[in-house]
């Protein structure tokens, strides 16, 4: 079987999109056919970026038809452990892609997500700007016990994927790339506390520090669900933080956040409020805007032996709401 695919990088952090020769999703949902490919399709996420053909920092997607009237195509986000319902640096990655196949000029378009419509612009520039699902602050201050750190507090946020997100303070290293397996090693605790205390749909831990470049409004590193960093700001990252920052008073609505990666790559992000119909108590619902840039590194052709192809299922959904 062959399967075509693109390569890109959005702040460092890479992603695959999968255009042609992928099977069918029989699902009239994007959500049914993020179901429909975990358990039935789930080869092709190991293929596409399980090694030897990727790694655990590769981030897959699957171009779909689109499942609302208004919308240019539907897409589905998997990395080496499961499935996501919204990607912010795979979507910008997405336009940067259907631009290079020659199915998208510059401008706005619609784009069917597991977890909702977004809607992306491919300004002439290059930049692409998105506008997240609604996200929200679930719980601020949550505190946990995590072995050989103590109480660690921090805020659940929902920014298209579930985040618990923390200050840095003197128990962790600077955010800087070669602190990363100590920063990684530090989060995964974090995370494996939260699971045992029942948060069990946080897969994303963020740690929030100053700056390196006093342009910026903070540094971040990005725990995925996968065990690796994220290269970029991180698209859902930065949403879940402009929502975090908005349920404590600190983020004024005509206030732009420019959130910096461990890599030193940027995002910027401002913010609406959500319609009616998405608020959610106790804390305001937003929709965050995301800008940054993305480039195309490869096109592929991947060759798919028959006894790489099953049906057993794989991974989670990692949308949990």
Same mark, same amino acid.
């Given at each position: 079987?062959?399967?075509?695919?693109?390569?890109?990088?959005?702040?460092?952090?890479?992603?695959?999109?999968?255009?042609?020769?992928?099977?069918?999703?029989?699902?009239?949902?994007?959500?049914?056919?993020?179901?429909?490919?975990?358990?039935?399709?789930?080869?092709?996420?190991?293929?596409?970026?399980?090694?030897?053909?990727?790694?655990?920092?590769?981030?897959?997607?699957?171009?779909?038809?689109?499942?609302?009237?208004?919308?240019?195509?539907?897409?589905?986000?998997?990395?080496?452990?499961?499935?996501?319902?919204?990607?912010?640096?795979?979507?910008?990655?997405?336009?940067?892609?259907?631009?290079?196949?020659?199915?998208?000029?510059?401008?706005?378009?619609?784009?069917?997500?597991?977890?909702?419509?977004?809607?992306?612009?491919?300004?002439?520039?290059?930049?692409?700007?998105?506008?997240?699902?609604?996200?929200?602050?679930?719980?601020?201050?949550?505190?946990?016990?995590?072995?050989?750190?103590?109480?660690?507090?921090?805020?659940?946020?929902?920014?298209?994927?579930?985040?618990?997100?923390?200050?840095?303070?003197?128990?962790?290293?600077? %955010?800087?790339? !070669?602190?990363?397996?100590?920063?990684?090693? $530090? &989060?995964?605790?974090?995370?494996? @506390?939260?699971? =045992? /205390?029942?948060?069990?749909?946080?897969?994303?831990?963020?740690?929030?520090?100053?700056?390196?470049?006093?342009?910026?409004?903070?540094?971040?590193?990005?725990?995925?669900?996968?065990?690796?960093?994220?290269?970029?700001?991180?698209?859902?990252?930065?949403?879940?933080?402009?929502?975090?920052?908005?349920?404590?008073?600190? %983020?004024?609505? !005509?206030?732009?956040?420019?959130?910096?990666? $461990? &890599?030193?790559?940027?995002?910027? @992000?401002?913010? =609406? /409020?959500?319609?009616?119909?998405?608020?959610?108590?106790?804390?305001?619902?937003?929709?965050?805007?995301?800008?940054?840039?993305?480039?195309?590194?490869?096109?592929?052709?991947?060759?798919?032996?028959?006894?790489?192809?099953?049906?057993?299922?794989?991974?989670?959904?990692?949308?949990?709401?």
């Amino acid at each position: 079987r062959h399967i075509l695919a693109v390569d890109s990088h959005t702040g460092g952090e890479p992603t695959r999109i999968i255009y042609d020769g992928a099977p069918a999703l029989d699902a009239a949902t994007m959500a049914d056919r993020l179901e429909c490919f975990r358990l039935k399709h789930d080869w092709l996420r190991r293929v596409s970026v399980e090694e030897p053909r990727g790694s655990d920092i590769l981030v897959g997607a699957l171009i779909t038809p689109p499942v609302s009237e208004a919308a240019g195509c539907g897409i589905i986000f998997f990395n080496n452990v499961g499935y996501l319902g919204m990607c912010g640096h795979g979507t910008i990655g997405l336009l940067v892609t259907l631009n290079y196949l020659g199915r998208l000029e510059p401008g706005s378009c619609l784009v069917d997500t597991p977890v909702g419509p977004v809607t992306a612009t491919l300004h002439e520039n290059g930049l692409v700007s998105l506008d997240n699902v609604p996200c929200h602050a679930r719980q601020l201050d949550l505190t946990v016990q995590v072995p050989d750190l103590g109480e660690v507090c921090g805020d659940l946020v929902w920014g298209g994927n579930w985040f618990f997100i923390l200050e840095m303070d003197e128990r962790f290293p600077e %955010l800087t790339v !070669d602190n990363s397996r100590m920063l990684t090693a $530090i &989060t995964l605790r974090i995370r494996e @506390a939260l699971h =045992r /205390e029942g948060f069990n749909m946080v897969d994303h831990v963020e740690v929030s520090g100053p700056p390196l470049n006093p342009q910026n409004n903070s540094r971040n590193f990005v725990l995925c669900p996968g065990d690796a960093y994220d290269r970029s700001p991180c698209g859902t990252g930065t949403s879940a933080r402009v929502a975090a920052l908005v349920a404590r008073g600190q %983020l004024e609505k !005509d206030r732009t956040w420019r959130q910096e990666s $461990i &890599t030193g790559s940027v995002f910027s @992000a401002e913010w =609406r /409020e959500a319609p009616e119909k998405y608020q959610t108590a106790p804390f305001m619902s937003v929709i965050p805007t995301i800008t940054g840039s993305a480039r195309i590194t490869g096109a592929l052709e991947m060759i798919v032996h028959p006894d790489e192809i099953d049906s057993v299922p794989s991974g989670t959904t990692g949308m949990e709401s």
